[in-house]
């Protein structure tokens, strides 16, 4: 079978880290067992859908590393909804109800005054074709249920009806139907629900594993009835657990809080950030890969834990830390240029600060330190500041290699007598102005005998 994922957003704002790890779990199945991985834009939520949110969405995507093999967009299928509804309606798998909301409202709030679960029951169903037309002549337009397989002959005692499937994240699952409304699948305005449009799309481009949140596994259980309705075999499912944050609340993307994009701003690693996404609530250590691909290979579904994963912003920061203290010259290059590092000496001098870095964009600062010295000039002692001319006074004549600095500090040692910190704090302070940062022996050939004497207090 070759694999079909789908990573299927609703354009209605900025997807977090929870819809991160949905994205890069198909992506990693793709990347596991081949095939093709869809980005879908469930957008027929036309109120609430925005194309700014799409463009944003295309770019997180592609940030995390993900290249999706198709687009696709609900609202260009429009024409396939309409005729697959066409087929259920013919087949009386749709039934036109016209209550409006407040009477479903009265209708939910009497049942459960009566302790009954507040499943609709089919009223609509009793309705004659000379009420239905009563009720359209008096201006209503009716939405339109999906009725549930729950009953024998008689709609309206539905007996317990298990749909089971094997989730590959989650194990045996099980939803009973008759526990379930029939869904409305066709708003009064002819608009259609997700519910239903999901599942076209889903036969209609061969996907083959819905794997999404824990959220949707009542859904499954609806949409495996629609698919069969449909003619359909339903596909593979795995619902992996959902991220919370460390109070325990869920993600949401109208609070805009751990979106991609705003980790992206604050100058987190993508590598950094799919690992978290992917590897937190599982059984597997939340530890950086050096690609998508490494990331795949330890990394299975069914090593999801079935309760949330609560995430801790700190540990996604730390991680992404050490994702920078890593980074090859070769993948940092255009980044340093663009911060203006000077290409000649690019590549030791990221050598040199990817250690003190957290963020890619912290090398600006060790830049502007070994291009231009330190701003403020450093304040040393009268006595420190006498130390390091000495100190200097030491340095060997040019050209400087590997075993200049421990010749170096060697010769310093003998002349001033100092050690340990009284000896290396001054040096570092005269040439960084700051109390810690790379080690001195890579600043000493990065600044050269001319960016050192520079630096003379
Ligand atoms: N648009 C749905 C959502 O964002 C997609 C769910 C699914 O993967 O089927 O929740």
Same mark, same amino acid.
């Given at each position: 079978?070759?694999?079909?994922?789908?990573?299927?957003?609703?354009?209605?704002?900025?997807?977090?880290?929870?819809?991160?790890?949905?994205?890069?779990?198909?992506?990693?199945?793709?990347?596991?067992?081949?095939?093709?991985?869809?980005?879908?834009?469930?957008?027929?939520?036309?109120?609430?859908?925005?194309?700014?949110?799409?463009?944003?969405?295309?770019?997180?995507?592609?940030?995390?590393?993900?290249?999706?093999?198709?687009?696709?967009?609900?609202?260009?299928?429009?024409?396939?909804?309409?005729?697959?509804?066409?087929?259920?309606?013919?087949?009386?798998?749709?039934?036109?109800?016209?209550?409006?909301?407040?009477?479903?409202?009265?209708?939910?709030?009497?049942?459960?005054?009566?302790?009954? !679960?507040?499943?609709?029951?089919?009223?609509?169903?009793?309705?004659?074709?000379?009420?239905?037309?009563?009720?359209?002549?008096?201006?209503?337009?009716? $939405?339109?249920?999906?009725?549930?397989?729950?009953?024998?002959?008689?709609?309206?005692?539905?007996?317990?009806?298990?749909?089971?499937?094997?989730?590959?994240?989650?194990?045996?699952?099980?939803?009973?139907?008759?526990?379930?409304?029939?869904?409305?699948?066709?708003?009064?305005?002819?608009?259609?629900?997700?519910?239903?449009?999901?599942?076209?799309?889903?036969?209609?481009?061969?996907?083959?594993?819905?794997?999404?949140?824990?959220?949707?596994?009542?859904?499954?259980?609806?949409?495996?009835?629609?698919?069969?309705?449909?003619?359909?075999?339903?596909?593979?499912?795995?619902?992996?657990?959902?991220?919370?944050?460390?109070?325990?609340?869920?993600?949401?993307?109208?609070?805009?809080?751990?979106?991609? $994009?705003?980790?992206?701003?604050?100058?987190?690693?993508?590598?950094?950030?799919?690992?978290?996404?992917?590897?937190?609530?599982?059984?597997?250590?939340?530890?950086? !890969?050096?690609?998508?691909?490494?990331?795949?290979?330890?990394?299975?579904?069914?090593?999801?834990?079935?309760?949330?994963?609560?995430?801790?912003?700190?540990?996604?920061?730390?991680?992404?830390? $050490?994702?920078?203290?890593?980074?090859?010259?070769?993948?940092?290059?255009?980044?340093?240029?663009?911060?203006?590092?000077?290409?000649?000496?690019?590549?030791?001098?990221?050598?040199?600060?990817?250690?003190?870095?957290?963020?890619?964009?912290?090398?600006?600062?060790?830049?502007?330190?070994?291009?231009?010295?330190?701003?403020?000039? !450093?304040?040393?002692?009268?006595?420190?500041?006498?130390?390091?001319?000495?100190?200097?006074?030491?340095?060997?004549?040019?050209?400087?290699?590997?075993?200049?600095?421990?010749?170096?500090?060697?010769?310093?040692?003998?002349?001033?007598?100092?050690?340990?910190?009284?000896?290396?704090?001054?040096?570092?302070?005269?040439?960084?102005?700051?109390?810690?940062?790379?080690?001195?022996?890579?600043?000493?050939?990065?600044?050269?005998?001319?960016?050192?004497?520079?630096?003379?207090?």
């Amino acid at each position: 079978m070759t694999v079909t994922v789908r990573f299927a957003p609703s354009p209605t704002g900025h997807i977090h880290i929870g819809n991160a790890r949905t994205a890069l779990m198909n992506w990693l199945f793709k990347l596991k067992h081949g095939g093709r991985f869809i980005l879908r834009y469930d957008d027929t939520d036309t109120a609430r859908s925005r194309e700014e949110y799409a463009e944003g969405i295309a770019r997180d995507v592609a940030w995390l590393g993900i290249v999706p093999d198709l687009v696709a967009r609900q609202s260009d299928r429009l024409d396939k909804y309409a005729e697959a509804a066409e087929r259920l309606k013919a087949a009386g798998w749709l039934y036109p109800c016209y209550e409006t909301a407040e009477e479903l409202e009265l209708k939910r709030k009497i049942l459960l005054g009566r302790r009954l !679960p507040p499943i609709y029951g089919r009223e609509a169903l009793r309705l004659s074709a000379k009420d239905r037309f009563r009720l359209e002549a008096e201006g209503r337009k009716p $939405h339109w249920r999906f009725r549930l397989p729950n009953s024998g002959d008689d709609p309206f005692k539905p007996e317990r009806t298990e749909i089971h499937w094997n989730d590959l994240a989650r194990g045996k699952e099980t939803v009973d139907l008759a526990s379930l409304s029939d869904p409305v699948l066709i708003r009064e305005d002819g608009g259609f629900l997700y519910t239903f449009t999901s599942v076209v799309d889903d036969i209609d481009l061969a996907v083959s594993h819905i794997i999404r949140g824990g959220d949707h596994i009542t859904n499954t259980g609806v949409q495996m009835a629609i698919f069969r309705a449909l003619g359909a075999e339903p596909p593979g499912f795995a619902h992996h657990n959902l991220l919370t944050d460390a109070s325990g609340e869920g993600l949401s993307k109208r609070t805009g809080a751990m979106s991609i $994009h705003s980790l992206r701003e604050a100058g987190y690693e993508p590598l950094a950030v799919a690992a978290f996404a992917v590897l937190i609530g599982t059984s597997e250590n939340v530890a950086a !890969p050096n690609s998508l691909a490494e990331l795949a290979g330890h990394f299975d579904l069914d090593e999801t834990s079935r309760s949330a994963a609560k995430f801790d912003a700190g540990d996604l920061a730390r991680l992404s830390a $050490h994702v920078v203290h890593g980074l090859a010259y070769e993948t940092v290059a255009d980044r340093l240029a663009g911060l203006g590092v000077d290409p000649a000496r690019a590549a030791s001098f990221w050598q040199a600060v990817r250690g003190n870095c957290d963020h890619v964009a912290d090398a600006a600062q060790w830049w502007r330190i070994v291009a231009m010295g330190p701003e403020p000039r !450093p304040g040393l002692s009268a006595e420190d500041a006498d130390f390091v001319r000495t100190a200097f006074a030491q340095l060997p004549p040019a050209p400087w290699g590997e075993g200049t600095y421990a010749a170096w500090i060697e010769k310093v040692k003998t002349a001033t007598g100092r050690k340990g910190k009284a000896l290396f704090l001054p040096l570092r302070t005269a040439l960084t102005g700051l109390a810690s940062g790379p080690e001195l022996a890579d600043l000493l050939l990065l600044l050269g005998p001319e960016g050192i004497q520079a630096r003379r207090p």
